[in-house]
């Protein structure tokens, strides 16, 4: 199986900072990874597939980039909407596996 | 609105069964392959199972597998999760996940709101 190791697992962060998450993948997986945000309560929402594609209707302000093991989120300038969990999901191969999540919080 | 639905959560006794669904809504699931993905209380997302778009294939965690069913009726826009010898390590909240583009590429963009399954004597 894929392990997928995210980093840092939280984040302390002021609205405005860029903020970068990093998931590596335990083999190479091309570029079959999405990134996704959750709420508390909420389900989780598709930012970034293909690791670079923003998905339809995410602010520009979230991109994607990586290949093979090491990708990154970047959030280019924080919005009081972005303080959440991020987790990252390998499409590579079954079993499907997702990082353990980064928590994006208010420093 | 365009959503899915799921149900059939609730609480079971370790070694007891439950069925969920996903039921579409304003949206179609032919051609798009389907995932179950869980929660436990706290914890991160846990792959729990996935189907092909035409259920041809299914695919299972290994902690599920043998326990857990993945199967789908199109007609019905309905994925079903059959769930057997249930343990406590099951408890979770369940969502159900389709397919960004038909094809089976397994990037998730439509998620269900979840169902919470509690596995407790």
């Known amino acids: 199986d894929i392990q997928m190791t995210q980093s840092p697992s939280s984040v302390s962060a002021s609205v405005g900072d860029r903020v970068s998450i990093t998931c590596r993948a335990s083999?190479?997986?091309?570029?079959?990874l999405a990134w996704y945000q959750q709420k508390p309560g909420k389900a989780p929402n598709l930012l970034i597939y293909?690791?670079?594609s923003l998905q339809s209707g995410v602010p520009s302000r979230f991109s994607g980039s990586g290949s093979g093991t090491d990708f990154t989120l970047t959030i280019s300038s924080l919005q009081p909407e972005d303080f959440a969990t991020y987790f990252c999901?390998?499409?590579?191969?079954?079993?499907?596996?997702f990082g353990g999540g980064t928590k994006v919080e208010l420093k | 609105e365009v959503q899915l639905v799921e149900s059939g959560g609730g609480l079971a006794q370790p070694g007891g069964s439950l069925r969920l669904s996903c039921a579409a809504s304003?949206?179609?699931?032919?051609?798009?392959?389907m995932t179950w993905v869980r929660q436990a209380p706290g914890k991160g997302l846990e792959w729990v199972s996935a189907?092909?778009?035409?259920?041809?294939?299914?695919y299972y965690a290994d902690s599920v597998k043998g326990r857990f069913t993945i199967s789908r009726d199109n007609s019905k826009a309905t994925l079903y999760l059959q769930m057997n010898s249930l343990r406590a390590e099951d408890t979770a909240v369940y969502f159900c996940?389709?397919?960004?583009?038909?094809?089976?590429?397994?990037?998730?963009?439509?998620w269900g709101k979840g169902t919470t399954v509690t596995v407790s004597s």
């Open positions: 996940a389709r397919d960004r583009l038909p094809g089976g590429y397994y990037y998730m963009d439509v």
């Open positions: 304003e949206l179609t699931l032919d051609n798009y392959a």
């Open positions: 189907i092909s778009d035409n259920a041809g294939v299914t």
């Open positions: 083999q190479g997986i091309n570029s079959f």
């Open positions: 293909a690791a670079s």
């Open positions: 999901q390998q499409a590579n191969s079954f079993p499907l596996t």
